[in-house]
């Protein structure tokens, strides 16, 4: 069935302004690393547009530019002018609660929009298809909430270009480390990666203890992820090789227990790392903070407790409620 909206028209909207980015950074003769950051944005920008119709190849080439001028610090932002700090307090402080209301706008679509949008019709089409409606109603939702912040602020849409693209530079090369990472692992998972980890896991550790087989894989998830930076890079790898066989297979436990607590084991390694560039490093820089390891810091007694509390429930959850033999 034919539909009005779909994902690909919001990769598009967002390509564009990537690219949009771009060229103002080539035109910009103050910004410290112009031609290196120009390319960055726009080959991303040219990704994120035309992905699906680029050779793998293409896109394989434009990852590889990207990361080397990431490597090389030729990624870097400029120095930006905050304006009059006393004005914008001012500011501020006149629209008080209000200059909440685009930021909660934004879940408000979101979340109807998820549950509704799949199902209306228009002309005898569908405005998303069922499967798109969530990511469909969170890109509605962020245009409302753009339109919204501009009644409110009464400021012109270069505003949204400037901030937007402020915002970018700071996030900087990180912005794209989660999908490389998640990529990563789905490679790792192809080339037999969990088969070795199982090897490895079996030869050093008494797993057909059923306490040492829960621990070995929520220590595995939560070390795993901290080498990658990406629980979804982890899991199919310590699932297939520790979780499958021997928590699930050898001692009868819950497969559905077992990869949601696996899951959160792994979120307490996302906290510890700066791999997990968008939890750890872009905090740092959009606040300016001077330790790179601040926020890690901060998060580090909680992602302890919290492992430690996902290994007891674990322990006395995943075999407790095993399925039911057929």
Not at 235 to 251: K, R, S
């Amino acid at each position: 069935m034919t539909t009005w909206l779909t994902l690909e028209n919001f990769f598009v909207l967002a390509g564009a302004f990537v690219v949009a980015l771009g060229v103002r950074i080539a035109t910009d003769v103050a910004h410290p690393k112009r031609w290196g950051s120009a390319v960055f944005w726009l080959l991303l920008g040219a990704c994120i547009i035309a992905g699906k119709r680029l050779p793998a190849e293409a896109i394989g080439y434009a990852v590889l530019v990207m990361t080397a001028l990431a490597a090389t610090k030729q990624v870097v932002p400029p120095h930006f002018d905050h304006g009059d700090e006393a004005e914008l307090t001012r500011r501020a402080t006149t629209l008080g609660g209000r200059l909440l209301w685009p930021v909660l706008l934004v879940p408000l679509v979101a979340v109807t929009g998820g549950f509704l949008l799949g199902k209306i019709e228009l002309g005898g089409a569908l405005v998303a298809l069922p499967a798109q409606a969530s990511q469909v109603s969170l890109g509605i939702g962020g245009l409302l909430a753009l339109a919204l912040a501009f009644g409110l602020t009464r400021e012109r849409p270069v505003a949204a270009v400037d901030e937007g693209g402020r915002l970018l530079q700071l996030i900087s090369w990180t912005l794209i480390l989660p999908q490389m990472l998640a990529a990563l692992g789905g490679i790792f998972a192809k080339a037999g990666v969990g088969d070795e980890v199982a090897k490895i896991v079996a030869a050093l550790l008494p797993v057909q203890h059923p306490l040492v087989a829960v621990i070995a894989y929520c220590a595995g998830m939560a070390l795993f992820t901290i080498m990658m930076g990406n629980a979804f890079a982890a899991f199919p790898v310590m699932t297939l090789g520790v979780g499958l066989p021997f928590i699930v297979q050898a001692h009868g436990g819950n497969p559905a227990v077992m990869g949601a607590l696996g899951m959160l084991s792994g979120y307490c390694g996302t906290l510890l790392t700066p791999m997990a560039a968008n939890f750890n490093l872009v905090p740092v820089r959009l606040l300016e903070l001077r330790d790179d390891h601040a926020v890690i810091r901060a998060q580090a007694p909680f992602a302890a407790a919290i492992w430690i509390f996902n290994v007891a429930v674990m322990y006395f959850c995943v075999y407790r409620f095993s399925p039911s033999p057929p």
